[in-house]
């Protein structure tokens, strides 16, 4: 599927990888496995050996993937489509951590770092008056939802107060309905999160909010913060007691680290955890621009998934955390990788002949090995796995059950589920036997704190970039979106039609409509 | 891929299948639409046409499909692989559900149903000395847990009181003590789920459970209730308040209306909505025996996936929920799919040269339009989708914001994705244009109620195991837990021996733990 000449040694070597059910030996486990900024990557299960991983290595040469990543940190622009209408951005979401130490290169990439620092600036003097409220609702969509949920999960363990944390994006109204059964209205922040200030389903929540505010008699102006570009209608001293900016270099999935994160994570964990997790992405940041070889964890990273995709033609991938923090992580990531990288053309608008984003997926381990593991072991098709693990649990407690602790249970169980899918087993009756040559690695660190986890983001971060450079395209547009938004507001009108009675001109919106108002659904 | 010589037809048929973006009409929306139950799907926007669809029929005709799904209904050993050791058991998930009105046909399947009956008499008898606790803990593992989730959480509006309910399935340490953070440990039950009783997560989170109990002074006896087969090690009146049974024919994807989802629904939302929702699986039962084509809603179902699975080669379906309360659903039919049918032999024990289970995955919209949604819209792999909606809110709560209210927003998006989609559009910039002709189907009811989700549960019920009857292999069984399970013996054993200092003799295990346990890793 990979279409480019110059990897005919990456094609051929595709035709016989290595063995897993040989090969895993002790000396391979400490062999294929490296570390940075506090995170081991263990990939002695992947089908690859050092030729491979070379010739990998090389194409990443010819491709020029590091120092694309590198001109990415320092503000080129990257987001654009040559010669068509594009948006023509840089991406710096690394600039939103790049002030710790003085590391950041390039005129760009300083101006919004030094703009970032001036917006934390901002969000520290203000933090003492936000402290009285005990819950928050974080309204937005996408990036401005799924990462500060993500990232929160996985850290409300190190939040000194016991705040309740809601997270509203959908235009559902049950969604809605049930916040407002369960919050106690006064004591809420909402935190109102769109770049463009325009975004329909979060205007709408706000609107709905408001009056609901209102009516009850409260002040909106009082208890509604916004995250957005300056000078969008959410950037208004009249009717918010504060407004935070993003830059619009930031892409709603890569906006974690910024304000979108930044103002709920500073209130609910405080500024100085906040400030860790930016470190972490920070030295993660530093280590995507290492040019040697596998010590640069995010381009290893995105080697092995181009290898797994590309070469060996695997069409999905399966992210597995084993802590219970980084429930809706893949989520996240679901959205990072594919909203990225689910693209057909490259950057001077032609076609593809190449496979780009899989499918990304996954659910914490162990539980989802009572699950879809099953299809994993035994199934026919074949999803490489990447399992993230901690030395450490976060709450400090285990227990000692039978000959083992907990966390030696998870820790085993992630080890056993890698070493089963690579090895397999032989078996004369056909339903016990496993063919093993499953291929997953391992993303290890010592304990999920917010410096592991700002590493973990911004390695994700990196790979999903180093992908599109490697694939030769835009990872930091979405277009993808924009006609079901037209289409959405042509159903709207549709609906409004119908009800208010009025004939519809959108015939086959029409259509479905009447279909789905039709009364007669029998109830059996 | 579909390996079957008599299936010439339906294989030319995919060459060319239908264009949607031409094929699209008013027409096309109410001729391809079925309905039963209080669901309607409707499927204009499937590849499909009169044609194909026959041809579909035809095949299920020829594998006997419905024949089969009656004789698992009857009690017919269903769960088995010829010539050679296995668990050779019925399949009698619809038997917990078949006493509403003398329908259920064959002796084993009237037996079950009585034994079920008498359950939830018991469970009817105890209930009134449940009401006390405030909370609720559930504790299993992969089928105890993310069918029980999955549906409690679609149907907590209609709960008349406020009780906190939690599912404790992984060994994870931090998830149990998260929830002992939590939880008013005197005035919570714990419902312990397992059929063998013996799973290992449940049993090591079940003593840690029972011994902080007594340590802070409670009789685990008056808090624990047990769900499990009779005369298992968790039958036991000494150590529980109460033990409800389950046969050795519920495997435990199937098992949410048996009593393994039954105990908990009915404490939290009453005797009489559990009933209902057992109501509405059992009017899907019966319509997935019905002879005639499309009004075979489970089957149409199956059908659809197969032509997009096996026909057109997509490896794996989406599924959308336009639904709060839906949100874990994904994740339950994720477990049901791919742990039922992730095979690779048949039923007589051969190796299958056919594609058997996709991977199955989603996230609720509109939400993850502004996610995942760029892929399915301009990303080089098809995805079929499968959106669920339902035309009136659980909290009977909505808003008019702009001409429109929420529901309506959510509606419309919903169809405007299927249509955008389907139709794709021509633009001169390349970055703009949307191929189309990406499938999709709806299941569309008037609500979300207990009856209307035990419809939808069961129809997907069905629709696995007519997938499993097509494909040829036995749906019921899960063998390819089993190798994790024994590795992850042995590598708890060697963490242990590490722990204690003593030399392992799994070499490879140890490799593992050696490399995991290096304190060495830098911080950066």
């Not at 979401?93 to 130490?101: L, P, Q, S, W």
Request: glycine letters at 8%.
């Amino acid at each position: 599927m990979w279409g480019f000449k110059e990897n005919d040694e990456l094609a051929l070597a595709a035709r016989s990888p290595p063995d897993l059910r040989r090969v895993l030996t002790e000396e391979r486990v400490s062999r294929f496995c490296s570390q940075a900024a506090g995170m081991q990557i263990l990939f002695a299960t992947e089908r690859i050996d050092q030729s491979i991983l070379d010739a990998l290595f090389r194409l990443a040469d010819q491709k020029k993937v590091i120092d694309q990543g590198r001109r990415m940190q320092e503000g080129e622009v990257v987001n654009f489509i040559q010669g068509h209408a594009s948006e023509r951005r840089s991406a710096l979401h690394t600039a939103t951590r790049g002030f710790f130490d003085g590391k950041i290169e390039g005129k760009r990439a300083r101006e919004a770092s030094h703009f970032s620092e001036k917006e934390i600036a901002k969000l520290r003097t203000l933090l003492p008056q936000l402290q009285k409220f005990t819950t928050i609702v974080q309204v937005g969509m996408g990036g401005s939802s799924l990462g500060p949920e993500a990232v929160y999960r996985a850290l409300e363990f190190f939040s000194p107060s016991l705040r309740k944390v809601y997270f509203l994006s959908n235009v559902d109204p049950d969604e809605i309905s049930k916040i407002l059964k369960e919050v106690e209205l006064f004591q809420t922040l909402f935190i109102i999160v769109s770049k463009s200030g325009t975004t329909l389903e979060t205007v709408t929540n706000e609107t709905i909010l408001r009056d609901h505010l209102q009516r009850k008699g409260g002040q909106p102006k009082d208890q509604f913060i916004s995250v957005t570009e300056e000078k969008t209608s959410m950037d208004d001293p009249s009717r918010y007691l504060a407004s935070f900016y993003i830059g619009d270099y930031i892409g709603g999935r890569y906006s974690v680290t910024s304000m979108v994160g930044g103002v709920l994570l500073a209130i609910t964990l405080g500024i100085d955890q906040y400030l860790d997790f930016l470190r972490g992405a920070h030295a993660m940041d530093q280590v995507a621009l290492r040019e040697k070889g596998t010590a640069n964890l995010p381009l290893l990273g995105a080697l092995l998934s181009l290898w797994n995709h590309n070469f060996l033609g695997y069409p999905t991938v399966a992210i597995i955390p084993y802590s219970r923090g980084l429930s809706r992580f893949p989520a996240h990531l679901q959205q990072l990788f594919m909203e990225s990288n689910g693209k057909h053309i490259d950057r001077e608008g032609r076609c593809l002949s190449i496979e780009t984003s899989p499918v990304v997926w996954g659910e914490p381990g162990t539980s989802s090995q009572h699950s879809f593991f099953q299809l994993l072991h035994q199934g026919t098709s074949i999803v490489p796995l990447e399992c993230i693990g901690f030395k450490k649990t976060q709450y400090g407690e285990d227990w000692l059950v039978g000959d083992s602790y907990s966390q030696e249970k998870l820790l085993a169980n992630l080890i056993a589920q890698m070493i089963a899918l690579a090895q397999g087993k032989e078996d004369s009756n056909p339903n016990r036997e496993f063919l093993g040559n499953r291929p997953s690695h391992l993303l290890f660190a010592e304990q999920l704190t917010p410096f592991t986890l700002g590493a973990l983001l911004s390695y994700y971060e990196h790979k999903s970039a180093f992908l599109g450079f490697l694939w030769d395209i835009n990872s930091f547009d979405q277009e993808g979106v924009q006609l079901g938004k037209t289409l959405a507001a042509q159903m709207m009108t549709t609906f409004t039609e119908a009800r208010q009675g009025k004939s519809s001109s959108y015939i086959l919106g029409k259509a479905y409509v009447e279909q789905l108002m039709k009364s007669t659904i029998s109830s059996f």
